[in-house]
């Protein structure tokens, strides 16, 4: 169980370019999504937390014009790279929370490596 | 706000033990998690210390002192597939967001 999938795994894209990443929760529902992003060799950074019907939650630093977050069931959450540039290029990464008793378990996803040129 | 400590590289042997430390500074402390992450891929939680003391996982174990705002995580019998990232991470706020340390690189040897 608690398996967390997304959409693309991959991607290329052109600089300018808009690009949408799908992170689903396969076996449960979750309420609260995340976004992260993770530069090679470097420690995730949080960008962001998806409640579903309402709007995200950004981290400092964050753009939430650039990162547009939308959360509209509880099993789905995405993530729009607006106009894309060459520094956006990284490994996006969603987890998706579950509560069991009063353990609440961060699922990741297997992960989005974004190429822009 | 949130910053933890763990080593950036451990070297150790098959069959070997090894220990990961991560010291934290936090506000709202919500649980100790630890997190493995082969290269290219997700991370994948491996434990999680809400409480102090000692959790056990087969061959992995976390062991959490709150008022030392320090934590390990112990591997036995190490493995070379055991060749990896480890993060651990501490939850905050009211959706329990991960703030996770810089990683530690486990290289296992033959």
């Known amino acids: 169980g608690a398996v967390v999938s997304q959409h693309p795994s991959w991607v290329i894209c052109k600089s300018g370019t808009s690009v949408k990443i799908e992170c689903r929760s396969l076996?449960?529902?979750?309420?609260?999504m995340f976004w992260y992003r993770q530069f090679p060799k470097q420690s995730l950074m949080l960008m962001a937390t998806?409640?579903?019907?309402?709007?995200?939650?950004?981290e400092q630093g964050v753009e939430k014009d650039k990162f547009l977050i939308n959360h509209a069931s509880l099993t789905l959450s995405t993530l729009t790279v607006t106009s894309a540039h060459p520094e956006d290029s990284s490994f996006y990464i969603c987890?998706?929370?579950?509560?069991?008793?009063?353990?609440?378990?961060?699922?990741f996803g297997p992960g989005t490596r974004l190429l822009v040129l | 706000g949130q910053s933890l400590e763990q080593p950036s590289e451990v070297t150790a042997v098959e069959g070997a033990i090894v220990q990961i430390n991560c010291t934290y500074q936090?506000?709202?402390?919500?649980?100790l998690s630890w997190y493995q992450q082969h290269d290219g891929g997700a991370p994948t939680f491996l434990s999680y210390?809400?409480?102090?003391g000692l959790e056990e996982t087969g061959r992995f174990s976390s062991f959490l002192s709150r008022s030392d705002s320090y934590g390990y995580l112990l591997l036995q019998e190490l493995q070379m597939k055991d060749s990896a990232s480890y993060f651990c991470?501490?939850?905050?706020?009211?959706?329990?967001?991960?703030?996770f340390g810089s990683g530690t690189q486990l290289t296992v040897l033959p």
């Open positions: 987890s998706a929370s579950l509560l069991a008793g009063a353990r609440e378990t961060q699922y």
């Open positions: 991470a501490v939850g905050k706020g009211s959706a329990r967001q991960l703030t």
């Open positions: 076996d449960f529902q979750a309420t609260t």
């Open positions: 936090t506000s709202g402390f919500y649980g």
């Open positions: 210390n809400g409480l102090d």
């Open positions: 998806s409640n579903e019907g309402s709007k995200a939650t950004y």
